[in-house]
């Protein structure tokens, strides 16, 4: 059933070109207990939600050249940076499948903690990538308690149970346990990065790299951060030939049409989407009848509100619904999740 998946993918004629998988992350790093198909989840990434895109990606069934991740995160939880990383360098031994990872808009704290699980690093010259510290924020409200007239109280059984009450005023011992946490985590965010970069660091730059603070690609690529510029398909293409094929093996960030209607698979008769969408060969059957049916749809939705920019908007957000129903369609369809 792989093979018939890869044949699917690659076609005929380029069945032993080049085949790179894609995982792209995109969103806050952080753990999500609600339901799996709720909007706010689709915005978040952690374990859970990216384990079965992993898997598809290194299916040896495809034969893979590499497995590109294309990072876009400011970060968040250090517990999901470290699982996901965990994830990818396991996957990636046991299959021997390589991992390129690029860095988008940003890749920055969690984000960059992520992009230490590529064999090779890249990120585009204005990327944001680094910010290689640890943060806690929150607030005071002390003197307004006492304005309202609010008494706080508080009971524990253990004395460090309760740590920055916002009610309460600060005590030092709080906030040395704080720090210690704190330490502790961002030697554990440096110990990744040197492990993963190794003598690629610049030498002797450690205060600076360690600070918390972000650079440019350009940047980056000096104080050895990345291995080089480009963006992902570019830099895959000069890597494994022009043929190079891509397989997206994640899901859309935007709410499936399927999660909303339940016609998803049906508008486009779950077919395999062509280069754009999926990397895949196959043709798109009934195409022409279903971009009419997305223009009926658009136009309908449209018309309650009125004007082009409603049909637009309606359009584009039915499109990215449909290539997301479709996407899973074909991953159905093969069987080559898990």
Known sequence: M?????????????YNEALVT????????????????????????????????????????????ACAVVINSPGGSPVQSDLIYGLIRR???????????????VAASGGYWLMCAG?????????LVGSIGVISATFGAT?????????????????AKMQLDPFLPVQPEQEARLRDLMEDLHEAFKERVRGSRGERLAAGKDDE???????????????????????????????????????????????????????????????????????HGGGLAGGS???????RVAAGVAGVGGGDAA?????????????????????ERFKVHV
């Open 2 to 14: 792989n093979r018939l998946a890869r044949w699917s993918v690659m076609g005929r004629k380029d």
């Open 22 to 65: 894609v995982v792209k992350l995109s969103g806050v790093l952080q753990a999500f207990t609600g339901p799996a198909r709720a909007p706010q989840a689709r915005r978040l990434l952690n374990l859970d939600r990216v384990e079965k895109w992993f898997a598809r990606a290194f299916t040896k069934g495809l034969k893979p050249a």
């Open 91 to 105: 996957l990636s031994k046991s299959s021997g499948i390589p991992v390129y990872t690029f860095a988008e808009d």
């Open 119 to 127: 064999d090779k690093s890249y990120a585009l010259e204005t990327s």
């Open 143 to 159: 003197e307004a308690a006492k304005r309202l007239g609010i008494e706080r109280r508080v009971f524990t059984a253990g004395e």
């Open 209 to 279: 790299l360690f600070s918390g603070r972000a650079w440019t690609g350009r940047q980056a690529l000096k104080l050895g951060l990345v291995d080089g510029l480009g963006d992902m398909r570019s830099v895959m293409q000069g890597q494994f030939g022009d043929k190079t094929r891509f397989l997206t093996c994640s899901e859309q960030p935007a709410p499936g049409l399927r999660d909303l209607f339940g016609l998803g698979s049906i508008l486009r008769g779950g077919a395999a989407s062509g280069d754009s969408s999926g990397g």
């Open 289 to 295: 009848r279903a971009h009419g049916l997305v223009d």
């Open 311 to 331: 049909y637009s908007a309606c359009r584009s957000v039915i499109e990215a619904a449909l290539d997301e129903a479709e996407q899973r369609a074909y991953w």
